[in-house]
């Protein structure tokens, strides 16, 4: 499996919090999203990093905000959580790194359930 | 717009039967197509991918997909399905050599009862 890590992998808590999930990979993969996965709905991309300080929204991006300031390392932030926002929330990369028109499949890491009461 | 569709959302079948998942894509150009597998409580996996050649393509645990591009369809399929099969099963496909955002479609759970 590739070097995909998320943490925390469970989290509680409550309306108006923040929150910040992260996703830390070992295989300098140059290309790196956050989707959030609900029954019924399949997987939605949140946003995507395509390099360090490069980023871009998805189609469910309201409410998140993401920082990537190493290769390895892509941040979620939900300023002020709701209750809409309870999900799980994967993070996948794909590579190699920076070889362009790559036809590379994408690798998940394990997820992060996100409760929010 | 880009979408996938796959046609069957829940499917149930009994242990040997044979399986066919129905996905298509909506697109006017060349296409690279992904089948992944997400069994209960984990990260999705890839099952098989197709780039170019051969439309038939065989990927891990018995399963294939074949592209008919006249079809827009990438249909997944396995000749006898075991109860380890039971998953969610997600189509997905991302634009030749560019865009690195993959579509996906939303998904087929499947039973596969013993």
């Known amino acids: 499996d590739a070097g995909i890590t998320q943490s925390p992998r469970h989290k509680v808590t409550e309306t108006g919090t923040p929150v910040t999930l992260r996703c830390h990979q070992t295989e300098n993969h140059r290309y790196m999203y956050w989707y959030r996965q609900d029954p019924g709905h399949g997987l939605r991309l949140i946003h995507y990093?395509?390099?360090?300080?490069?980023?871009d929204k998805g189609e469910v991006s309201d409410g998140y905000s993401v920082s990537r300031s190493k290769t390895e390392d892509f941040l979620l932030t939900l300023e002020s959580a709701t209750s809409s926002q309870t999900s799980v929330y994967f993070c996948?990369?794909?590579?190699?790194?920076?070889?362009?028109?790559?036809?590379?499949?994408?690798?998940f890491g394990d997820g992060t359930r996100l409760s929010i009461l | 717009a880009q979408s996938v569709s796959q046609h069957n959302h829940h499917v149930i079948l009994s242990e040997a039967a044979s399986l066919e998942l129905g996905c298509n894509y909506s697109y006017g150009g060349t296409v690279n197509l992904f089948w992944y597998v997400q069994y209960p409580g984990q990260h999705l996996q890839l099952l098989l991918k197709y780039f170019s050649g051969d439309p038939l393509v065989k990927g891990i645990k018995g399963f294939e997909a074949e592209f008919i591009k006249s079809k827009f369809s990438f249909n997944l399929r396995k000749p006898s399905v075991q109860w380890s099969d039971t998953a969610e099963y997600f189509c997905a496909f991302s634009p030749w050599g560019g865009s690195y955002i993959p579509t996906f479609g939303r998904g087929t759970s499947l039973i596969v009862h013993p």
């Open positions: 996948a990369i794909r590579g190699p790194p920076y070889i362009e028109n790559s036809n590379q499949p994408q690798h």
């Open positions: 990093s395509y390099g360090v300080k490069d980023t």
